[in-house]
């Protein structure tokens, strides 16, 4: 049976909602195989990280809390550059001769593009 405009368009609504285009899926899916290839590898190394720092035993961290406090001390696994700005856009840094009221008033924009 073919599939007719008026099911083709309701299809792609029903994707656009569970799959807006600004979406990290979205993102996801647009990356090239090779990208893709290096996110799923990066995924697991991150995923084994996670459990191993919540596997260490420290009697003063929670669980949940281990994989943060050892990435203070240690890096975690990174995301290839080209990946990360592919997924969530540019690096925003801010400079360190910047004014506090000019970091706030950064941060506070990074915060409403989110």
Known sequence: MPVSD???NRLAA???IVKPAHSL????DALADEQRDSYARWEARYERWIEWCKAQHDDEIEADAR???HSLQRHPPTL???VRI???GPDRV??????EEEAASFYKDFCDEQ
């Open 6 to 8: 008026r099911d083709r």
């Open 14 to 16: 029903l994707i656009a």
């Open 25 to 28: 899926a979205a993102r996801l």
């Open 67 to 69: 994989p943060y406090a």
């Open 80 to 82: 290839r550059r080209d």
């Open 86 to 88: 592919a997924l969530y």
């Open 94 to 99: 801010i400079l360190i001769t910047a004014t």
